[in-house]
């Protein structure tokens, strides 16, 4: 089958998801989730073309740590007249073996507590579904196969696990020896650990339907090479990789008969895995509210991609609470991604005290006033190479008391640490920062990237933004204002410092910001220079709840960063008219680096312009009309690259192909709460004028 044919001779065009190419088909991902960073993924063609793919990816320490246990199956199913195999491997340009040209119908659901994806496949007369099931809250899968065919077929399947039990930020290679440890036992079920590390550890469990039916174990270790990987090939990164086998299974099926594999992370042996699967078996997974109840398709399907990046975070002393990952396949939990994702992810969906965790875990990880900007991939340290993300902390605290009304958690955590906050930026804290004269936020060096605009390689800085980035002055206005109405009983003292402080913010920051010759804002402003380059960041100046710039000049922003930087996928991050633009987002680290903010297309910016632009139009039903049909191509997408869910970034220039991160949570937050925004009915109206009423006061 060539990577050439049309849709009409593609013998998958039956399933409207599995039409288009080979190479289109490879592009569509599918993602299940288990609530632990723990997950399976591949594409809907079952053929793997990252790393960051397998059949069950365990996280040894939740959410982080995580590793690629089962990469791949591969199923042959013997016929007396045929023999198929169901699995598709890429092996240097070369697919063998090709099992896609069997695969008629592919389908999925992403909805807790038992997301699965389902593959149908047909050879001869015999029909075979393999479905793949996540279960909430345990580290395993099960892989069940289903035949279906003629009543008098004996259908013979036989199974070859491939394994890579390596970080998931790697590659497994052969080495020279014995490296794997291997147990069994009498009712063929498999348990493997690498002798360097116990914690790279599986146990395949098979299970037959019918006590009759034969499953047998060959023990016949194996290695097969070279498998290729052709997204890390585009992304410029070692793309090559050998997986091992312990040995075939054969199973031998009557139609209607079924053969499950139970798939667990289990660091200590089979005794332990089958007592895994027995406590995800008695568990009943707590009910999630993710969807309020008449709520529609979209918005459910968001609630449950929404889902997807809450996990449960394992702490020291064995404690638990929730975070968000910032997107699938490889950000951990990173502070000013959780915190602009929150409003949207849990308290647009209702999951209040979830929410409050997440703030109580950062809060308890504060230091210097600053908040993590992450949590490391291994251990428990904290990187703090952040300043948004503690005032994008200060925005989550207040947006979630608005929503709850809980003012005993403000009062006994929330409110001191965003106290703290503000004492950091006026006393001065890490990356040189502190308050002026003029009362605006100058931070970082010419050697540091501590905004959202972050990317670097080695000495390089793609997008210096030192000195008084334009979204920090909007931000750090927007914590004074609410600091000085939350903390009035709290610390009238404090409170009344933020008042005086956020007047003097007002009456600067149009002077030390405004671009008359673009009718815009600058970007950054330094003591020797001013970047006027044309950037998303300036709208936050107008969507945030408290705005520094007056009415006719928060419609002058809109307008500019309408014309300039709208997409149907979010904002460009930089004008195309600008000499540094890129338009494109490929290569290899360093080339895709020097695009990241330099015209890449970010599908979270959607969410503060249409609140802009709505607050601007004063959420009137036609800019609401209008703001719909601006959503609308991020609510197509959801059934295109990370089925179910919003890419991380997108190019800048047409057809802006999505890239980065299949499943990101500001992305997905940002469009689930810009549509309720634009849905929102006559309380929710109510609301928004109240909130207007508030800024008005501040303007």
Known sequence: MSDSHSDSACPLACCQVLRGSLDELLTREWLITNGLGGYASSTVLGANTRRYHGLLINAKRPPLERAVLLSAMLEKVILPDRTAELATFEFNHAFHPQGFLSLKEFDYSIAPPRPWVQFVYQVGDVEVTKRLIMFSGHPLACIEYRVDGPSDLQVQIDFLPLLACRDFHGLRRRRMGDIFDIDTDPRCAVWLADKLDRDLSIALIPHAQDPAQVVRYDQHQDWWFNFRYRAEAQRGQSCGEDLFSPGWWRARLRPGGKVTWSVVGSSTGLIDAYNLLGMAAESQPAARATAPAGQDFVSKQLAHAADQLVVRRYRAGGRQSTTILAGYHWFGDWGRDTFIALPGLLLCTGRHDEALEVLRTFAEKQRDGLIPNRFSDYGDECAYNSIDASLWFVHAADQYVEATGDQASWDTILGRACADVVRAFIDGTDFETGVQDDGLVHCGTRDTQITWMDAKQGDVVFTPRHGKPVEINALWYNALCILTRRLLLMDARLANRCSDLAEKVRQRFGPTFWNDRDQCLFD????????????????????????????????????????????????????????????????????????????????????????????????????????????????????????????????????????????????????????????????????????????????
């Open 524 to 699: 950054c402003v330094r003591e020797a220079e001013i970047d006027a380059s044309i950037r998303p960041n300036q709208i936050l100046a107008v969507s945030l709840t408290h705005s520094a710039l007056p009415r006719d000049r928060q419609r002058a922003v809109v307008e500019c960063v309408e014309n300039h930087l709208l997409t149907p996928y979010g904002l460009r991050s930089l004008s195309p008219a600008a000499p540094q633009y890129r338009g494109r987002y490929e290569g290899d680290v360093f080339n895709r680096d020097s695009a990241y903010h330099q015209g890449t297309v970010w599908a979270w910016l959607i969410g503060p312009f249409i609140e802009a632009y709505l607050r601007v139009n004063d959420f009137s039903d036609q800019a609401r009309c209008r703001a719909k049909e601006m959503l609308a191509p991020l609510v197509d997408h959801l059934g295109q690259a990370g089925l179910g869910s919003i890419s991380e970034i997108f190019d800048g220039d047409p057809p802006h192909t999505p890239r980065g991160c299949i499943a990101q949570a500001w992305s997905v937050a940002e469009v689930l709460r810009a549509r309720q925004m634009v849905l929102a009915g006559p309380v929710a109206s109510a609301t928004t004028a109240n909130g207007a009423a508030r800024r008005e006061h501040h303007t």
